[in-house]
C-alpha cells in the first residue's frame, strides 16, 4: 500500500496519521454541531473536551500497545514509546477516552453519559478512518490467506514484517472499517433516536456502541495476524472485547430499564 502520502523536502506526510486526522475532523464536526445538546455551554468547553479525548485516546492506546507488544524498557521500547506513525491500540483508546470523558464531565459539571452518549456516536466514523490508514500503512495486518479479496504489501516501508511482504493476507483493517461503518449508522439511524427521544436514558448509546464493537472485534480476531495470545485459545484482544461487551451490555440495560421504571 502506501504508508507515506508524500514527502516534500525532508518532511513526510504519513498515509495513517493523515487518515486518523480527516476522521478527527468529522468527528468534531459531528461534535461541534452537537454542543449545546452535549450540555456545552460554550465553544471553550467543546474545545477543552476535544483536547480531552486526544490526550485519553493517545495515552491510553499506546500504554496498551507497549504491554501487548514491547517488552518494557527494552531494545524497542523508547523508539515505540514516542512513535507518530506506529504504536497505538484502540482497544486501549477505548478506556484512555472513557477516563478522560469522566473527568472532564466531573470539571464542567454535566452528565457523564450524556458527554459520552455524544463521543460514541461519532466515534465508530472516526475508527473506520483509522483502520483505512491502518491499511495503508500495513499495520493490523491479516493472516494469510488464499481468498479472491486477500491482499499483499510490497512496500518495505510497510509495518507488515518483512516474513510477510509479498504474500496474500486478510485484509483485516478493511473488515473492521466495513464493520465500523456498519455500526455507525446502527447507532445514528436506530439508536440514537431512542435515546433522543427518551425511550431509553443517555448510556444507551454507549453501551449499544461497546457492545456492537467488542462483538465485531471479537469476531475479527480470528483474521488478524499481529494477536497476542492470553490462554484459553483466546487472544488478549478478544479477552478485551469481551469486556467491553459486558460493559456495554451492563449500560444498554441500565439506560432501558431506567426509562422503565420512570
Same mark, same amino acid.
Given at each position: 500500500?502506501?504508508?507515506?502520502?508524500?514527502? !516534500?523536502?525532508?518532511?513526510?506526510?504519513?498515509?495513517?496519521?493523515?487518515?486518523?486526522?480527516?476522521?478527527?475532523?468529522? &468527528?468534531?464536526? !459531528? #461534535?461541534?454541531?452537537?454542543?449545546?445538546?452535549?450540555?456545552?455551554?460554550?465553544?471553550?468547553?467543546? $474545545?477543552?473536551?476535544?483536547?480531552?479525548?486526544?490526550?485519553? +485516546?493517545?495515552?491510553?492506546?499506546?500504554?496498551?500497545?507497549?504491554?501487548?507488544?514491547?517488552?518494557?524498557? +527494552?531494545?524497542?521500547?523508547?523508539?515505540?514509546?514516542?512513535?507518530?506513525?506506529?504504536?497505538?491500540?484502540?482497544?486501549?483508546?477505548?478506556?484512555?477516552?472513557?477516563?478522560?470523558?469522566?473527568?472532564?464531565?466531573?470539571?464542567?459539571?454535566?452528565?457523564?453519559?450524556? !458527554?459520552?452518549?455524544?463521543? *460514541?456516536?461519532?466515534?465508530?466514523? #472516526?475508527?473506520?478512518?483509522?483502520?483505512?490508514?491502518?491499511?495503508?500503512?500495513?499495520?493490523?495486518?491479516?493472516?494469510?490467506?488464499?481468498?479472491? $479479496?486477500?491482499?499483499?504489501?510490497?512496500?518495505?516501508?510497510?509495518?507488515?514484517?518483512?516474513?510477510?511482504?509479498?504474500?496474500?493476507?486478510?485484509?483485516?483493517?478493511?473488515?473492521?472499517?466495513?464493520?465500523?461503518?456498519?455500526?455507525?449508522?446502527?447507532?445514528?439511524? #436506530?439508536?440514537?433516536?431512542?435515546?433522543? &427521544?427518551?425511550? $431509553?436514558?443517555?448510556?444507551?448509546?454507549?453501551?449499544?456502541?461497546?457492545?456492537? /464493537?467488542? *462483538?465485531?472485534?471479537?469476531?475479527?480476531?480470528?483474521?488478524?495476524?499481529?494477536?497476542?495470545?492470553? +490462554?484459553? +485459545?483466546?487472544?488478549?484482544?478478544? #479477552?478485551?472485547?469481551?469486556?467491553?461487551?459486558?460493559?456495554?451490555? *451492563?449500560?444498554? /440495560?441500565?439506560? /432501558?430499564?431506567?426509562?422503565?421504571?420512570?
Amino acid at each position: 500500500m502506501h504508508p507515506i502520502l508524500l514527502t !516534500i523536502g525532508g518532511l513526510s506526510l504519513y498515509s495513517y496519521g493523515a487518515a486518523v486526522a480527516l476522521g478527527g475532523l468529522l &468527528s468534531f464536526g !459531528i #461534535w461541534s454541531a452537537q454542543r449545546e445538546k452535549m450540555g456545552l455551554r460554550k465553544d471553550d468547553d467543546l $474545545w477543552m473536551l476535544v483536547n480531552a479525548i486526544l490526550l485519553g +485516546g493517545f495515552v491510553g492506546g499506546r500504554i496498551l500497545y507497549l504491554l501487548e507488544y514491547e517488552t518494557w524498557f +527494552g531494545p524497542g521500547f523508547w523508539s515505540a514509546a514516542f512513535a507518530l506513525n506506529r504504536g497505538f491500540s484502540v482497544l486501549g483508546a477505548f478506556f484512555g477516552v472513557t477516563g478522560a470523558v469522566w473527568l472532564f464531565s466531573r470539571r464542567a459539571q454535566v452528565g457523564f453519559f450524556r !458527554i459520552l452518549d455524544h463521543v *460514541a456516536l461519532a466515534a465508530p466514523l #472516526w475508527h473506520v478512518f483509522g483502520r483505512l490508514g491502518c491499511f495503508a500503512a500495513g499495520c493490523c495486518y491479516g493472516r494469510p490467506s488464499e481468498r479472491a $479479496w486477500s491482499v499483499a504489501f510490497t512496500d518495505p516501508r510497510a509495518m507488515v514484517p518483512a516474513e510477510l511482504l509479498g504474500r496474500r493476507l486478510h485484509p483485516a483493517q478493511l473488515y473492521e472499517a466495513g464493520g465500523d461503518l456498519a455500526i455507525f449508522l446502527f447507532l445514528l439511524l #436506530w439508536v440514537r433516536p431512542r435515546v433522543g &427521544s427518551g425511550r $431509553w436514558s443517555y448510556g444507551g448509546t454507549s453501551g449499544a456502541y461497546l457492545t456492537a /464493537y467488542g *462483538a465485531l472485534r471479537f469476531a475479527l480476531e480470528p483474521f488478524r495476524g499481529d494477536t497476542v495470545p492470553a +490462554g484459553l +485459545g483466546f487472544s488478549a484482544g478478544q #479477552w478485551l472485547a469481551a469486556a467491553l461487551v459486558a460493559s456495554g451490555l *451492563a449500560l444498554t /440495560y441500565r439506560s /432501558y430499564h431506567r426509562c422503565i421504571r420512570h
